[in-house]
Nanobody, 121 residues
Framework: QVQLVESGGGLVQAGGSLRLSCAASGSIFSVNDIGWYRQAPGKQRELVAAITSGGSSNYADSLKGRFTISRDNAKRTIYLQMNSLRPEDTAVYYC???????????????WGQGTQVTVSA
């Protein structure tokens, strides 16, 4: 069974940093586009950052310069370095990936269980 397992969330003061990790596990042929979304209480889930298998990344405009996404293909893991955190960054952060289980099968979208990030003022 394919899983995305996130880690690294927690409580941090405003101005601090956190690094989130998301590891894909299971029977996987390839991990294609993969990224982070977040959902704050009462708000819709939104894209934070994403990265392709070739390493091209894109970010939510409001987060450019503070967040950095990176990828280790050998480990099937991505990271989200979050700096200068603000209280408004408080949310559950979800990993999302397009995964191909076999060469001949279409890509499927997989979500992680989420990790809580809380930024105190």
């Amino acid at each position: 069974q394919v899983q995305l397992v996130e880690s690294g969330g927690g409580l941090v003061q405003a101005g601090g940093s956190l690094r989130l990790s998301c590891a894909a596990s299971g029977s996987i042929f390839s991990v294609n586009d993969i990224g982070w979304y977040r959902q704050a209480p009462g708000k819709q889930r939104e894209l934070v950052a994403a990265i392709t298998s070739g390493g091209s990344s894109n970010y939510a405009d409001s987060l450019k310069g503070r967040f950095t996404i990176s990828r280790d293909n050998a480990k099937r893991t991505i990271y989200l370095q979050m700096n200068s955190l603000r209280p408004e960054d408080t949310a559950v952060y979800y990993c999302n990936a397009e995964i191909r289980i076999r060469f001949s099968t279409p890509r499927v979208t997989v979500w992680g269980q989420g990790t809580q990030v809380t930024v105190s003022a």
